[in-house]
């Protein structure tokens, strides 16, 4: 065979490769330019507003994909004790974070747990427990993403990527909150809507 032929085989092998990696450089770039200009988002569903024992689903969409993120909890009861929750993640393929599906990695707890955030709260101070007094104010928890992976369940420094709020309240719409003072007998009564 001539050098003329093995020259134009080897240059069509070469164009073949070049085409290939050219459309992935593309992929790549395209994924990229995407992530970075696809604000990060973080929802609470069905509904920012709930009460206490109704679970949600937390998501986070325009994360870089696999990218390492921490998501903190954080509520402050009625005596401004703080109680936070840590747990590190890593987004999927497609850059979304789906507490319903994802594994947590490491922190407060670990594996599948869609609720985690909430109840592996713990004070900063010690021996204090999470009691509500007044049941007619709802806690707030507030929920963060950070970037970065923190070990040990370390608090996450710097600037969120994105926060949003759950409000837990403990009254369903229009129920009453009735005192009972009778004698001895001290109790609430709560009356349900329309009764």
């Known amino acids: 065979m001539p050098f003329s032929s ?3 085989s ?3 092998a070469g164009k073949l490769g070049a085409l290939h990696f050219h459309r992935a450089w593309r992929r790549l770039l395209s994924s990229a330019v995407a992530s970075e200009t696809m604000p990060v988002r973080l929802r609470v569903e069905p509904d920012a507003k709930c009460l206490f024992d109704r679970p949600v689903r937390v998501k986070v969409e325009g994360l870089s994909p696999l990218q390492p993120v921490t998501l903190r909890a954080t509520l402050t009861d009625e005596r401004s004790t703080v109680f936070t929750s840590t747990a590190s993640y890593r987004a999927d393929r497609t850059g979304m974070l789906d507490l319903c599906s994802a594994a947590a990695l490491g ?3 670990t594996g599948v747990q869609p609720m985690g ?3 592996a709260m713990k004070s900063r101070t010690p021996n204090k427990r999470l009691m509500k007094r007044d049941v007619t104010t709802p806690y707030e928890v507030h ?3 950070y970037p970065g992976s923190e070990a040990g369940g370390a608090e996450p420094g710097g600037s969120p990527l994105a ?3 759950n409000e837990r309240g403990f009254l369903g719409e229009g129920v009453r909150r ?3 003072r009778e004698g001895r007998i001290r109790a609430t009564l709560f009356l349900p809507a329309g009764e």
């Open 107 to 109: 922190g407060d707890y």
């Open 6 to 8: 093995y020259l134009r």
């Open 163 to 165: 926060s949003c709020t």
């Open 10 to 12: 080897g240059f069509a």
């Open 178 to 180: 009735l005192p009972v």
């Open 117 to 119: 955030f909430l109840w």
């Open 143 to 145: 929920i963060a993403v």
